[in-house]
């Protein structure tokens, strides 16, 4: 190291780097200021329609936010009617399905009264040609055709006697 030269081997290429450095800050100052500055607004600008973006955004959320309450205010709605409608229309069914149970309860009534009193007519019929049919045959053993001669001209008097007195 004894023949190193101290200012060409160390402080001329320091200097010669300074001054490279000095030059090129005041050369590439302005337009890397303006590249930054360029990058800056684009940034600012992008920034305001990201704003602009997230303002229309929630502008529309509480738009669909409110049709859709509506909508739900509206489904609600609906389905009361369609309880109510339902409610009368069971109500009204029910109403005709006891009338025509009436209707019918009356009218088996009155089949079976016609049917019960029917049945009566045919055993009244019965008993009686029953009766009769026993009265016949008693009457046929028990009386001979003397006694019925006997009846038949008794009778017959007593009804001359009436045509008599006429």
């Known amino acids: 190291m004894e023949n190193f030269d101290w200012i060409t081997g160390a402080l001329i290429p320091y200097l010669n780097l300074s001054l490279f450095l000095f ?6 100052k302005g337009p890397l200021l303006g590249a930054l500055s360029i990058r800056r ?5 992008q920034l305001a329609e990201a704003n602009r973006v997230k303002d229309e955004a929630e502008a529309k959320h509480k738009e669909l936010s409110e049709k859709l309450a509506k909508l739900s205010r509206e489904v609600e709605s609906i389905k ?8 009368a229309e069971a109500s009204k069914i029910i109403a005709e399905a006891e009338a025509l149970a009436q209707h019918l309860k009356a009218e088996a009534q009155k089949i079976a009264s016609a049917e019960l009193e029917k049945a009566k007519a045919g055993l009244r019929h019965e008993i009686i040609s029953g009766v009769r049919e026993n009265v ?8 001979s055709g ?7 001209n008794a009778q017959l008097s007593s009804l001359k006697h009436v045509s008599e007195r006429a």
């Open 23 to 28: 030059l090129a800050f005041k050369i590439f």
């Open 41 to 45: 607004d684009d940034y600012v600008q």
């Open 80 to 87: 009361d009617k369609a309880k109510l409608q339902a409610e």
């Open 136 to 143: 016949v045959s008693r009457i046929q053993a028990e009386l």
């Open 146 to 152: 003397e006694k019925q001669k006997s009846i038949f």
